[in-house]
């Protein structure tokens, strides 16, 4: 299910990459004049947006690309570190504690005893690992697994350190698939790399997916230095990632692409529609986008003690936000601001070897890409 929620968006991306190819290239026109008509082009764009509101951009669209929009290249230039951190107070729109849980469609049942019917209990300490990338995937979607399995997911060791992938599922939901226990089970054995919890596995439940992922962090892997949260449809190029994670701060240490000042959807046939008794206030805090995040293995505790106090909306990326801001610590940027792409990077080796994860469109061949980037010999 997640995948396919990814795969809509990556079709609205590829829209407009294409319109973005369709600007003729006039060859020999001066690249000045050219320049000069993409800065206002620019401006002319940002004012556009600016003076809209978000609502009324694309009711679809994910808090999180508001934000990437916003935070990323001249946008980021453009706003200085000090109007972005605009702090926000203490006051915290969501709370448990002043009032019950409702039967909400916007909340999901979390805090709860949720267990793992599948688990590696000793994985963590057997491995020695450095960092352990978690991939929600939905159970049926074996597929996709031996698709990472052979790719990113495939390098125990990368630079000298142990890389250790799990993937995470909940039960199957939907249209029954005849003997889908055994066959995790199955598979379970054969890989060693599968957790499955007892919620039910479906897109508004991510957040309840993510919150077993801090609990199961916390109670097998709490010797580890990092985790990270990675989804099934991003490449990513694990030695950049371990070269950050090297120079990163050992605690109270999040990063990913953080957004600032996401709207809240206030548009009730948004997908992200979060209503005013919700959560009241007009913007997120800030926030690392679902599609990868790091996180120090100290903020698992931390955060599940804060998860305690703030209401479990149903968008994954911005509970964290909000755990976070209940903590006093916000996410951190990461050291190149390109690193993180929401946006399907287009395939070229040079471009990949520099990023640390990208959304993949759905027309890019994970398996065709990964053989490409490792080919030796072929510099970039
Ligand atoms: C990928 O794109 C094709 C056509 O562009 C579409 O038919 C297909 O449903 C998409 N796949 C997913 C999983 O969204
Ligand atoms: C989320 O999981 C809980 C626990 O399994 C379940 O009660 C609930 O119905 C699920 N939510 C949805 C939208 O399926």
Request: hydrophobic content about 40%.
């Given at each position: 299910m997640d995948n396919s929620f990814h795969r809509e968006e990556n079709m609205d991306m590829e829209e407009s990459c294409e319109s973005r190819q369709a600007v003729?290239?006039?060859?020999?026109?001066g690249g000045r004049r050219r320049h000069s008509f993409f800065f206002i082009l620019a401006v002319s764009v940002l004012l556009f947006f600016c003076s809209r509101n978000m609502e009324d951009v694309?009711?679809?669209?994910r808090p999180t690309f508001w934000m990437q929009y916003m935070a990323t290249k001249w946008w980021t230039r453009l706003k200085t570190e000090a109007f972005l951190n605009v702090s926000t107070n203490?006051?915290?729109?969501?709370?448990s504690e002043t009032s019950p849980v409702s039967?909400?469609?916007?909340?999901?049942?979390?805090p709860h005893e949720y267990h793992f019917i599948?688990?590696?209990?000793k994985k963590c300490e057997d491995q020695k690992s450095f960092v352990v990338l978690m991939v929600p995937v939905a159970p049926h979607n074996r597929r996709q697994r031996d698709i990472i399995r052979r790719t990113w997911?495939?390098?125990?060791?990368?630079l000298g350190k142990v890389v250790t992938v799990l993937f995470l599922l909940g039960l199957h939901t939907g249209e029954p698939v005849p003997h889908m226990e055994e066959h995790l089970q199955q598979e379970s054995i054969e890989h060693q790399d599968l957790i499955q919890s007892s919620f039910q596995d479906c897109y508004n439940n991510l957040t309840i997916k993510t919150m077993v992922m801090l609990e199961w962090l916390n109670f097998y892997c709490s010797e580890v230095s990092y985790a990270m949260k990675i989804d099934s449809d991003i490449f990513l190029n694990v030695p950049n990632l371990i070269t950050m994670l090297l120079n990163a701060?050992?605690?109270?240490y999040m990063t990913g692409l953080v957004a600032r000042e996401a709207a809240v959807l206030?548009?009730?046939?948004?997908?992200w529609y979060l209503p005013v008794d919700i959560y009241p206030k007009p913007q997120y805090p800030r926030y690392a986008l679902g599609l990868a995040y790091v996180l120090s293995l100290d903020l698992p505790k931390k955060l599940l003690e804060a998860s305690r106090h703030v209401k479990a909306i149903y968008i994954e990326d911005v509970y964290l936000g909000l755990c976070m801001e209940y903590l006093n610590i916000p996410p951190t940027d990461p050291?190149?601001?390109?690193?993180?792409?929401?946006?399907p990077v287009p395939y070229n080796r040079c471009s990949y070897s520099r990023l640390v994860a990208t959304t993949l469109d759905n027309n890019t061949d994970l398996l065709w890409v990964w053989k490409d980037f490792n080919q030796a010999g072929k510099s970039c």
């Amino acid at each position: 299910m997640d995948n396919s929620f990814h795969r809509e968006e990556n079709m609205d991306m590829e829209e407009s990459c294409e319109s973005r190819q369709a600007v003729p290239h006039r060859r020999g026109c001066g690249g000045r004049r050219r320049h000069s008509f993409f800065f206002i082009l620019a401006v002319s764009v940002l004012l556009f947006f600016c003076s809209r509101n978000m609502e009324d951009v694309a009711s679809d669209w994910r808090p999180t690309f508001w934000m990437q929009y916003m935070a990323t290249k001249w946008w980021t230039r453009l706003k200085t570190e000090a109007f972005l951190n605009v702090s926000t107070n203490n006051l915290f729109g969501v709370t448990s504690e002043t009032s019950p849980v409702s039967q909400s469609p916007y909340i999901v049942a979390y805090p709860h005893e949720y267990h793992f019917i599948i688990n590696e209990p000793k994985k963590c300490e057997d491995q020695k690992s450095f960092v352990v990338l978690m991939v929600p995937v939905a159970p049926h979607n074996r597929r996709q697994r031996d698709i990472i399995r052979r790719t990113w997911g495939g390098n125990r060791v990368v630079l000298g350190k142990v890389v250790t992938v799990l993937f995470l599922l909940g039960l199957h939901t939907g249209e029954p698939v005849p003997h889908m226990e055994e066959h995790l089970q199955q598979e379970s054995i054969e890989h060693q790399d599968l957790i499955q919890s007892s919620f039910q596995d479906c897109y508004n439940n991510l957040t309840i997916k993510t919150m077993v992922m801090l609990e199961w962090l916390n109670f097998y892997c709490s010797e580890v230095s990092y985790a990270m949260k990675i989804d099934s449809d991003i490449f990513l190029n694990v030695p950049n990632l371990i070269t950050m994670l090297l120079n990163a701060q050992k605690t109270n240490y999040m990063t990913g692409l953080v957004a600032r000042e996401a709207a809240v959807l206030r548009d009730h046939t948004s997908k992200w529609y979060l209503p005013v008794d919700i959560y009241p206030k007009p913007q997120y805090p800030r926030y690392a986008l679902g599609l990868a995040y790091v996180l120090s293995l100290d903020l698992p505790k931390k955060l599940l003690e804060a998860s305690r106090h703030v209401k479990a909306i149903y968008i994954e990326d911005v509970y964290l936000g909000l755990c976070m801001e209940y903590l006093n610590i916000p996410p951190t940027d990461p050291p190149n601001w390109d690193y993180f792409q929401v946006f399907p990077v287009p395939y070229n080796r040079c471009s990949y070897s520099r990023l640390v994860a990208t959304t993949l469109d759905n027309n890019t061949d994970l398996l065709w890409v990964w053989k490409d980037f490792n080919q030796a010999g072929k510099s970039c």
